[in-house]
Nanobody
Framework: VQLQASGGGLVQPGGSLTLSCAAS????????IGWSRQAPGKEREEVSC????????WYADSVKGRFRIHRDSAKNAVNLQMTSLKPEDTAVYYC????????????????WGQGTQVTVSS
């Protein structure tokens, strides 16, 4: 079982990036998939999640209207499209799987993958 986040990089404020969470050893569609981020010296912040049951989504207020989470079933992946990026979006982004979205159910995710660095700077 493995989760791998990719797609991070350096982008200017106002720019866009798409992160991808790819799985090996299991099918992502069977699980809720969430994205979190952690900036240096700060606590982990949940960013977005997509449920397995009905495809419902959740977004943190800080990213609502700018980020979009969706499944790419053909690639067994979940993508996070990030637009109108701000310097405060700079962090290491991680994806995780669980039975349900933590923000919606209170149940913690059960497996975290390696992160990908996103830096928003001019």
């Amino acid at each position: 079982v493995q989760l791998q986040a990719s797609g991070g990089g350096l982008v200017q404020p106002g720019g866009s990036l798409t992160l991808s969470c790819a799985a090996s050893g299991f099918t992502l569609e069977a699980f809720a998939i969430g994205w979190s981020r952690q900036a240096p010296g700060k606590e982990r912040e949940e960013v977005s999640c997509i449920s397995s049951s009905d495809g419902s989504t959740w977004y943190a207020d800080s990213v609502k209207g700018r980020f979009r989470i969706h499944r790419d079933s053909a690639k067994n992946a979940v993508n996070l499209q990030m637009t109108s990026l701000k310097p405060e979006d700079t962090a290491v982004y991680y994806c995780a799987k669980g039975k349900a979205c933590e923000a919606m159910s209170g149940q913690p995710m059960d497996y975290w993958g390696q992160g990908t660095q996103v830096t928003v700077s001019s």
